[in-house]
């Protein structure tokens, strides 16, 4: 009678018990919030601190930015010094030490890819130049799936006791990863664009097409009448298949060049959640695809 009491009295005690906390994710980027949720399923709270329609390039530190760090149990940002003008101010300002440079809770994506564009030294001279590489690897297919184990490690790190959870959903995510790939291999390829930033550089390699100028003489610098004028000739007689550019780089450019010169112009989504139904990162590549596919 006294072990059925003692059995009954751990099972209400057991159930009684919280579940264990979740981790709180803080992510600088949607995209990243969105593959941080792809892995870590129910076990995370994710915070994104950039809306979908911001340009990362210019963002400034928010008193609810650094409330959000100061709770957080890992930061994951997009590094290649994208983040360089808040996340630093951030960090510090939130005191809290789990998501310091070089500990656990402190993750920059971007040392798990190859990055390309490095510069080494740069000045202002040369425009927004990131020295140690392009940053915008987040369209790209051989990239992303890096990025993913990398998180499920980090977050394996912090929560030992759901590693298998954490690898059962990177598992996932390669295997659709794996199957977009075929989807969207070869619908590309041979194809030229003009663009106006340096932003799809990566998505290029992978896919097979090609830039072949940009809008920007230097990024981050407005273009002048004359390289304007001689970018015009160019698509004129080379005849790409499109101007790309995004929803915060240089539109009206694009739209003189378009108009001056009759190309197609297509303004293709950047982020998860700039438009609607691209609610994760698999929908932000096929729209990206589809668009480009048009052309």
Known sequence: MLKKMFLALLAVLFLASPAPAELKVVATLPWIGSV???IGGDRVSVTELLKPYQDPHYIEARPSMIAAARKADIVMFNGLDL???YLPVIIESSRNP???PGKAGFLDCSRFIDP???HGRADRSQGDVHPFGNPHYHLSVSQMGKVARGIAEALSALDSGNRGLYMANLASFEKKLAEKRKEWDGRLKGKSYVAFH?????LAADLGFRITGYVEQRPGIPPSSGHMAELADSISREKPNALITTSYHGGKAVDFLSKRTGAK???LPHEVGSR???DDWFGLMDRVVKDLSGT
């Open 36 to 38: 941080a949720r792809d």
């Open 83 to 85: 983040e360089i003008g």
């Open 98 to 100: 789990g998501i310091q």
């Open 116 to 118: 390309i564009e490095i």
């Open 198 to 202: 340096r932003f799809f550089e990566y």
């Open 265 to 267: 112009a297509i303004v």
């Open 276 to 278: 609607e139904g691209i």
